[in-house]
Structures are given as C-alpha cells and as structure tokens.
C-alpha cells in the first residue's frame, strides 16, 4: 500500500531533550517536507526536500534539522525541543514539487514539557 | 511568502444544504489545490487547478479557479455527514507551499 509512515505517533519529552520523529516513504517520491499544525495559524512549512540530499527551509524552520540521505526517508529532528514546539507534525511526500498533490502521514503530536 | 485567506473559517450547515468555501490571493496563482482533513486525521489531496477559469467536478464536490488565477472555491451540494472536516487550499511558490487556514464545515443531521 502507497504511504507516509511517521514514528512516533505521540510524543511527549522535556525541554532540551534530543528528539527525532521519522518519516518515510514508498512511492518513489522525489519531494518531501515537514509541516506543523496549530489552533488558529493551520499548516505551516518547516523544510522541504527536492531529491536527497536537497533540503530547503519553509515558513517556521527555526529549532529544526532535516536530511535527506536516501529518497524514501526524511526525518525531523529537533536538537533542543522547546514548549513552543508543542505541536500536530506531519510529514508529506508528492511525486515532484508543486505540480503534484501531496500524500501525508498519519501525524505526529509532540508535547514539550 | 504567498498567501492566500480563506472564508469563512467556520460553517455549519444542515445535512443537505450546499456549502461553498472561498479561497482568494493578491497574487496570480500558478496553480492551486484542495484538500480535506478530517476531524482527528490527515490532509487528504483533492484536487490541483491549472488553467484560468477551470472548473472540475468530483461527484457533488465542483471546484473553480477563477478567470484572473486569484481566487477558487470549493461548492459541495447536498452536504452529507461524511462530508465533515476542515478544507484547505494550497497556494505555492516554487516548491514552497502555503496553506490557507481552512473552512471548517460541520454537518447537521
């Protein structure tokens, strides 16, 4: 079955904590990316990548690392989380950039205590 | 970054009223898409708009992309339960994406 697997799928961790949530993919998607769900300001874009090893910043990168070393895997890492970093992720996959619809993860939501 | 508003951000309707949801941007849009995420789930991808003054249709769901590129909408008839959830339309700039902040649609039986 074509999907976007995100791990974990809940998530809670203390300030300063090293956290990484995966995301991977099997459709052979060259473009990926990281978004952020809050009340009130929707989905925003954290990074992006075009092909492996591109990866560009989106709207909110601030506190966030990608790679991109093989196609189908983008992880999210957040090297000291913050409580503003509280938040619904989710990873995206689509066939090439912009001119394709994305598929989405189930989602992942991230306490920072 | 390119932005695009949506209205309204909140609509209840009774069950087989229509609903329509308003997308509109400042600037001439390359293309556009809609998606719909349910209450508790994922974006889930409509449909992409190309052309200026497309009009597509998936069952009573039709979709438009006006004449000027600035604007669409989203028309459901006779809304159902199942249609419940939040509706996105996505603007771009090159690979960058942007989200509207949604039109959330609550169906009553």
């Known amino acids: 079955e074509a999907q976007v697997t995100q791990n974990p799928r809940y998530l809670i961790t203390v300030t300063g904590k090293k956290l990484t949530v995966t995301c991977s993919q099997n459709?052979?998607?060259?473009?990926m990316s990281w978004y952020r769900q809050d009340p009130g300001l929707g989905l925003r874009q954290i990074y992006y990548?075009?092909?492996?090893?591109?990866?560009d910043k989106g709207d909110v990168p601030e506190g966030y690392k990608v790679s991109r070393k093989e196609k189908r895997n983008f992880p999210l890492i957040l090297e000291s989380p913050s409580p503003n970093q509280t938040s619904l992720y989710f990873c995206?996959?689509?066939?090439?950039?912009?001119?394709?619809?994305?598929?989405f993860g189930s989602g992942t939501r991230l306490t920072v205590v | 970054g390119q932005q695009v508003m949506q209205i309204p951000q909140y609509q209840h309707v009774q069950e087989g009223e229509d609903f329509t949801t308003y997308c509109n941007s400042s600037?001439?849009?390359?293309?556009i898409q809609w998606y719909k995420q349910r209450p508790g789930g994922h974006p889930v991808f409509l449909i992409q708009?190309?052309?200026?003054?497309e009009v597509k249709k998936q069952k009573r769901l039709t979709f438009q992309f006006g004449e000027a590129k600035k604007n669409s909408s989203l028309h459901i008839t006779a809304t159902q339960t199942t249609d419940v959830g939040t509706y996105f339309c996505?603007?771009?700039?090159?690979?960058?994406?942007?989200f509207g902040t949604g039109t959330s649609l609550t169906v009553i039986p």
């Open positions: 995206a996959s689509s066939l090439s950039g912009a001119l394709y619809g994305y598929t």
């Open positions: 459709m052979n998607h060259e473009y």
């Open positions: 990548s075009m092909n492996v090893e591109v990866t």
């Open positions: 600037t001439t849009l390359s293309n």
């Open positions: 708009l190309v052309k200026s003054g």
């Open positions: 996505v603007s771009h700039t090159g690979n960058q994406f942007y």
